[in-house]
């Protein structure tokens, strides 16, 4: 992404000063960005397509009514969002503090003084009294004295930026406000994604609830028969304890999964900002959700829609006007200060013509010897550079990577589904020919353990594979974005712009 052009010509008028006024090198060569994006994604053939929808647009495609009601009050009360949207208050109020230098200063100074000198610290000599020879004097010759001094002015000062220096600190405080309102887009989508995953875990822990408690069910018909058997004398004890350990066993599969539940249900509340005590939601099943599909489009439109790719540029353009105020302290800086106001020995001579006094004057400061810090400030700015400049082209592969990973798991959790529901399927049909052979007592123990076993485990199996297909939708919009674009980007500056502009007061 390009920078300010306004940066690369300071780079140029820096470059040329330097030699002129500094025996330091000065020269940056600016590491190299990332390469264009491929054409088209190896997992989906698709052409240019429209942002995914946001929030509980996106979250309305999963067809249920408390999902999306849920994740629009997250949007809404979620604290990492409340304290992100606090970061860009401070973010703008450190760009105003920056930009400060950009104006002059201008201060009121009052002054009302007055000022005993004791006699005893002047010399004076009289007819009645004096120093004597001998070092002494008479009391006569101590005179305290008494003087006032009353000013009303006003003091100003201001730098000259002649080599940009203050306004590059401005830019780089206002780049990074805008950072912070991309930050806080990725904290939005984060934390819908989030909620999108607690309620999906939330409706597969019942599902899975509902099917340990249905196989408890069919394993306690299975051991009753068991027993009746045990009594006539056509099954043993060891039949009998084998089907007590399944029954056993799918009872002691509940308890995990409340917990599950439950705590998933106390940390749903914490994404919505409320207590655990006063929250909770009715769920459903997996079964009855709608799976959204989505067009990814082009990598080259999802590096656009992506906040934190925006978030990383917009900080990396910021370090170079960083970069370029560090080098400019290198040059010499010019101040000018003046002072004007009304100055007297008497009060009622303060506002009379004759009582005006004023002063202007200029500064030039040139730093000589600073022990090499200003050296080591400007090379501490130019690897602050480097690093983001990796770090932004780490995050576009990041995200390219990300949707990759998301097509992946969508097509492969797909195939996952409808061959574990195959599975369960198959195993359903052998559960019921096993019970078929139990009742005509054709089947020994050992098989017909092991089918409900399969039976109960392929069953637990398909509302897991349903529950990671499910969120491999929830990963594809997080991938895609999750509802930002380009034209978002630029709502985002505007406000900035607003911001920095609006409640200035009657000063500057």
Not at 15 to 40: I, R, V
Not at 106 to 131: F, H, K, L, W
Not at 167 to 183: G, H, I, M, Y
């Amino acid at each position: 992404m390009p920078i300010f052009s306004v940066a690369s010509k300071r780079l140029a008028i820096l470059g040329a000063a330097a030699s002129a006024l500094s025996g330091c090198d000065l020269t940056w060569e600016k590491p190299e960005l990332a390469s264009p994006p491929p054409p088209q994604f190896r997992e989906a053939k698709t052409k240019s397509s429209l942002p995914i929808p946001a929030g509980a647009d996106f979250a309305a495609k999963f067809g249920s009514r408390e999902l999306t009601a849920v994740v629009a009050s997250a949007v809404g009360d979620n604290l990492d969002i409340a304290a992100a949207v606090a970061r860009i208050r401070e973010a703008d109020s450190q760009a105003r503090v920056s930009s400060a230098t950009l104006w002059p200063t201008i201060g009121m100074q009052d002054i009302v003084r007055t000022t005993a000198t004791p006699g005893t610290t002047t010399v004076t000599s009289s007819s009645s009294g004096g120093i004597n020879l001998s070092g002494s004097s008479t009391s006569s010759g101590f005179t305290t004295r008494h003087y006032g001094f009353f000013q009303l002015g006003l003091t100003a000062s201001y730098e000259i930026d002649f080599w940009g220096k203050n306004e590059d600190a401005s830019l780089a405080a206002r780049l990074l406000a805008n950072a912070s309102r991309f930050d806080r887009d990725v904290v939005e989508i984060g934390t819908v994604a989030s909620v999108l995953n607690a309620y999906l875990q939330v409706v597969a822990a019942q599902d899975r609830i509902r099917i340990a408690r249905n196989n408890v069910k069919l394993a306690a018909e299975v051991f009753a028969a068991i027993n009746a058997r045990v009594e006539v004398g056509t099954a043993t004890a060891l039949d009998q304890a084998q089907q007590e350990t399944v029954l056993a066993q799918q009872r002691a599969a509940i308890p995990p999964l409340e917990l599950t539940l439950r705590q998933t249900r106390n940390n749903l509340a914490v994404l919505l900002g409320r207590p655990p005590e006063s929250f909770d939601v009715k769920g459903g099943s997996l079964t009855s959700l709608t799976f959204p599909k989505v067009t990814p489009g082009l990598p080259s439109e999802v590096l656009l829609r992506r906040p934190d790719v925006a978030e990383a540029e917009a900080k990396l353009a910021s370090q170079e006007f960083s970069v370029l105020q560090a080098r400019a302290a290198f040059f010499p800086s010019i101040t000018l200060t003046g002072t004007y106001g009304l100055q007297s020995a008497l009060l009622q001579n303060l506002l009379r013509p004759e009582a005006i006094a004023w002063q202007i004057g200029g500064q030039l400061a040139q730093p000589l010897l600073d022990g090499y810090n200003l050296q080591g400030q400007y090379e501490l700015q130019k690897g602050k550079y480097a690093e983001l400049a990796a770090l932004y082209k780490k995050q576009i592969l990041t995200a390219l990577g990300d949707v990759e990973n998301a097509l992946i798991a969508i097509r492969e959790n797909k195939r996952r589904v409808d061959l574990q529901a195959q599975a369960t399927d198959a195993s359903r049909r052998a559960l019921e020919a096993a019970n078929a052979r139990l009742r005509e007592g054709t089947i020994d123990i050992v098989t017909l353990s092991t089918t409900e076993v399969a039976y109960f485990t392929n069953q637990d199996t398909l509302v897991q594979a349903r529950l990671a297909y499910y969120q491999a939708a929830v990963s594809l919009y997080q991938a895609l974005g999750g509802g930002w674009s380009p034209t978002t980007r630029g709502e985002e500056v505007s406000r900035a712009e607003a911001a920095y502009n609006s409640d200035k007061g009657p000063w500057p």
